[in-house]
Nanobody, 125 residues
Framework: VQLQAFGGGLVQAGDSVRLSCAAC????????MGWFHQAPGKECEFVAG????????SYADSVEGRFTISRDDRKNTVYLQMSSLTPEDTAVYYC???????????????????WGQGTLVTVSS
């Protein structure tokens, strides 16, 4: 499956942004999906994950309550709604797909099989 993330850009602290991840190829409903980010000089980190069927959702502590992950399998698209952004959220955001059983979450990079190219979100103070 090929993934393409878009929706990033330059925003101000406190703003909201919605990232989208569109897929080409096998239907996304076959995959658990996740968002990761990589800030300059830092490792790629888990941000949010959603299982097949959206039965289970998980967030990193740093974004809990501010970010919302969702999926629309009819559109083969996964979203990350980001609110109350801070400069610490500045990073390249990647979407990823993991082959998994129904309702199973994937939270480690190693669990993901396919990655998009990333979209940069820059939050100015």
């Amino acid at each position: 499956v090929q993934l393409q993330a878009f929706g990033g850009g330059l925003v101000q602290a406190g703003d909201s942004v919605r990232l989208s991840c569109a897929a080409c190829g096998p239907p996304l409903l076959n995959y658990a999906m996740g968002w990761f980010h990589q800030a300059p000089g830092k490792e790629c980190e888990f941000v949010a994950g959603i299982s097949r069927g959206a039965i289970r959702i998980s967030y990193a502590d740093s974004v809990e309550g501010r970010f919302t992950i969702s999926r629309d399998d009819r559109k083969n698209t996964v979203y990350l709604q980001m609110s109350s952004l801070t400069p610490e959220d500045t990073a390249v955001y990647y979407c990823a797909a993991a082959s998994s059983r129904w309702g199973t979450l994937a939270q480690r990079k190693e669990e993901y099989d396919y990655w998009g190219q990333g979209t940069l979100v820059t939050v100015s103070s």
